[in-house]
């Protein structure tokens, strides 16, 4: 096992390219299943989640191969094989391989899927969805069992705005016989993503990136070659690193208008942002002014960007509120940023930030993917040596972030954990 360690106070200074989408790549590759011939991803980011998908879609019969930057996926071999447990449980977007499993063969067993532990996420919506186009579910020994004479389009309407269910519910249905009509559909960029996907293969989708999705049902889907849009999380995660902490940062492979929400709360702290064709150039104020955020549904303030940009308010002048109204227990990074100095109490669903304040470098820990997206922007601005645990939370979804971190002029290495340490992180 590995630590990360991180000499803060150094300036930040050049480019960054960002990686894939890793909320899009989590679904492209599931949905490859639906194909009958050869699909080729480009762009996907070379991720842990990437890799558990690409065994996973072996385990089934699929040939996997990487050649450059791209994903070659013959899927044609591939049978119904149950993934009750395993690779399954480890992350929580193997639930797609439900809808691909079941738009392809008409019947899936997936185990109840993992990821990062952020209450409880219920996939009621998916399984509606999925009885609403004529599948019976069941739930086996901590598995779903899916099965199905044969798929008819349906009116589904989404109780809660879910991406998960609205790709879910659009992998199965665009097999399905007749027409499928998703309302209160989630609006993301990962879906309008899939739904490219799914259509240069010969899927007939209108209306993604809005409430409602219509979808005519084909009987066959071809392999074809298509390019992952820039991941927005990626993006705006080292927006708000080089808002903490640099001089001059372009942003490079970034499509602006992802990322809005974000923007618009760093321009209202003094942030200068130039926004060019798929750059961005963001340099510092001298003096930070401290903003209330609150989470929504996209095209709202991302769930996803409210740890990092927590660990930015600290830097800020005046008292700001963090309101997470998607995750409730999306503030287990607020103990460990409370270790490094910071001044933040947590009110119910908020957490209130009084800064400025000078971070120490401490020993914390990751207890998800983003909480270390945000122990590394703190431990950017802190004096001292922090040093970050729990790395395969932050390997799920950044690419290379030391790397690309060093380069921009961070003091930023990973290291072996000794025995010891490990006993210690697995008894925390």
């Known amino acids: 096992m590995q630590k990360i360690l991180v000499e803060g106070g150094y300036p930040l200074n050049g480019k960054v390219r960002v990686s894939g989408a890793k909320n899009s790549a989590v679904a492209l590759l599931p949905a490859a299943i639906l194909a009958d011939s050869k699909v080729m991803i480009e762009g996907l980011p070379q991720i842990s989640d990437v890799d558990t998908l690409s065994d996973l879609l072996e385990e089934i019969g699929g040939t996997v191969s990487w050649k450059g930057q791209t994903l070659h996926i013959d899927p044609s071999q591939m049978t119904s094989m149950p993934l009750p447990n395993g690779k399954v449980k480890k992350l929580r977007a193997s639930y797609y391989f439900m809808g691909a499993m079941l738009g392809r063969f008409k019947q899936a067993v997936i185990g109840l899927p993992g990821g990062c532990h952020l209450g409880p996420r219920p996939i009621d919506q998916h399984i509606k969805g999925f009885e609403a186009l004529g599948a019976k579910v069941t739930n086996e020994q901590g598995a779903i069992y899916l099965r199905a004479d044969e798929l008819r389009g349906a009116r589904i309407y989404l109780d809660v705005v879910s991406v998960?269910?609205?790709?879910?519910?659009?992998?199965?249905?665009?097999?399905?016989?007749?027409?499928?009509?998703?309302?209160?559909?989630?609006?993301?960029?990962?879906?309008?993503?899939?739904?490219?996907?799914?259509?240069?293969?010969?899927?007939?989708?209108?209306?993604?990136?809005?409430?409602?999705?219509?979808?005519?049902?084909?009987?066959?889907?071809?392999?074809?070659?298509?390019?992952?849009?820039?991941?927005?999380?990626?993006?705006?995660?080292?927006?708000?690193?080089?808002?903490?902490?640099?001089?001059?940062?372009?942003?490079?492979?970034?499509?602006?208008?992802?990322?809005?929400?974000?923007?618009?709360?760093?321009?209202?702290?003094?942030?200068?942002?130039?926004?060019?064709?798929?750059?961005?150039?963001?340099?510092?104020?001298?003096?930070?002014?401290?903003?209330?955020?609150?989470?929504?549904?996209?095209?709202?303030?991302?769930?996803?960007?409210?740890?990092?940009?927590?660990?930015?308010?600290?830097?800020?002048?005046?008292?700001?509120?963090?309101?997470?109204?998607?995750?409730?227990?999306?503030?287990?990074?607020?103990?460990?940023?409370?270790?490094?100095?910071?001044?933040?109490?947590?009110?119910?669903?908020?957490?209130?930030?009084?800064?400025?304040?000078?971070?120490?470098?401490?020993?914390?820990?990751?207890?998800?993917?983003?909480?270390?997206?945000?122990?590394?922007v703190a431990g950017l601005m802190a004096d001292g040596v922090t040093e970050i645990t729990g790395l395969e939370h932050i390997d799920r979804g950044y690419e290379q972030i030391t790397e690309k971190l060093s380069n921009l002029g961070a003091k930023i290495w990973r290291e072996e954990m000794s025995e010891e340490e490990i006993e210690q992180f697995q008894n925390s």
């Open 164 to 376: 998960g269910a609205t790709i879910n519910i659009m992998l199965a249905a665009v097999k399905a016989k007749g027409k499928t009509i998703i309302e209160n559909a989630a609006r993301e960029p990962e879906i309008i993503d899939v739904a490219t996907l799914l259509t240069s293969m010969g899927a007939k989708i209108k209306g993604a990136g809005t409430d409602v999705i219509r979808i005519e049902g084909v009987d066959t889907l071809t392999g074809c070659m298509h390019t992952i849009i820039p991941d927005r999380i990626e993006a705006g995660t080292y927006t708000i690193l080089a808002a903490a902490q640099g001089e001059k940062v372009l942003i490079d492979n970034v499509i602006p208008q992802h990322l809005e929400p974000l923007l618009a709360k760093l321009r209202e702290m003094g942030v200068s942002i130039e926004e060019g064709d798929e750059q961005l150039l963001i340099q510092p104020a001298k003096r930070l002014k401290s903003v209330d955020i609150k989470t929504l549904v996209h095209p709202g303030f991302p769930t996803d960007l409210q740890q990092p940009f927590t660990s930015l308010l600290t830097r800020a002048h005046g008292t700001g509120i963090v309101t997470d109204t998607i995750y409730q227990a999306r503030f287990k990074h607020i103990d460990e940023l409370r270790r490094m100095n910071a001044q933040i109490k947590v009110e119910g669903g908020s957490a209130i930030v009084s800064g400025p304040v000078q971070l120490e470098g401490a020993k914390v820990k990751a207890s998800d993917l983003r909480a270390g997206a945000a122990l590394i």
